[in-house]
């Protein structure tokens, strides 16, 4: 089983719509959790970390379930710009800095 | 802003060369890491540094080795080129952290072995 797993899509939404993404993480020593964006073609860059009370900011919100280590990101009035693939990614605590990342969503917003 | 840069977008090598991908970040990061990504399996990690002149096996170092002799400088050596290590390379760097610092990353240099 692999330690991060997201469902790799491709969902194909149409401009305006909400779009959720979500994610499962297996080691309950799990400490950090964050959304990092990738472009087609580009390196992937940190897009929000998720706290356990949730965060929000501006379309995005994303959220934290520790009991069933389960992680979400909602995109609401979906952009053309949003297309990108979307990687959920997760720290265990006093590792080195070491991140363990999921394979990725894809996201096709579409006129 | 945070830079990290890699010495080649492009790389074409054949079976069996000695293989080096250089990186570089300038905010005197702490940690350094070596990623491959492929299509289907996203990015694993290679290898990582946590200080000069030290390094961490990742989940799939076997073909690789790394060197780190400058903090700023990273570098990945295939020592023995193999059609299997064509890939995307991504090399990255974070501040010290226990639990994870933002990773920046370079923009990957793309391998093809023939």
């Known amino acids: 089983r692999k330690e991060v797993e997201q469902d790799p899509g491709p969902f194909n939404v149409p401009e305006g719509a909400t779009v959720a993404f979500n994610c499962t993480y297996s080691?309950?020593?799990?400490?950090?959790f964050f959304w990092y964006r990738q472009d087609c073609r580009k390196e992937p860059k940190l897009l929000m970390s998720v706290y356990s009370s949730g965060n929000e900011d501006g379309r995005f919100t994303a959220q934290l379930n520790r009991a069933s280590q389960y992680i979400s990101l909602l995109i609401r009035d979906s952009k053309l710009s949003d297309s990108a693939t979307y990687l959920c990614?997760?720290?265990?605590?006093?590792?080195?800095?070491?991140?363990?990342f999921g394979q990725g969503t894809e996201l096709s917003v579409k006129p | 802003d945070v830079k990290v840069t890699q010495s080649s977008r492009y790389l074409v090598k054949r079976t069996g060369e000695k293989v080096f991908l250089e990186c570089v970040q300038d905010m005197d990061h702490e940690n350094m890491f070596w990623y491959r990504q492929d299509p289907g399996l996203g990015l694993r990690l290679i290898y990582f540094s946590y200080d000069v002149k030290m390094k961490e096996k990742g989940d799939i170092p076997e073909g690789y080795s790394v060197s780190r002799e400058k903090k700023e400088r990273f570098s990945l050596i295939l020592e023995s080129a193999s059609t299997n290590q064509t890939s995307m390379y991504l090399c990255a760097s974070s501040l010290k952290g226990l639990a994870g610092d933002e990773q920046f990353f370079g923009p990957g240099t793309r391998l093809t072995v023939l």
């Open positions: 990614v997760v720290a265990i605590y006093n590792q080195g800095g070491k991140l363990i």
């Open positions: 080691n309950s020593a799990s400490q950090s």
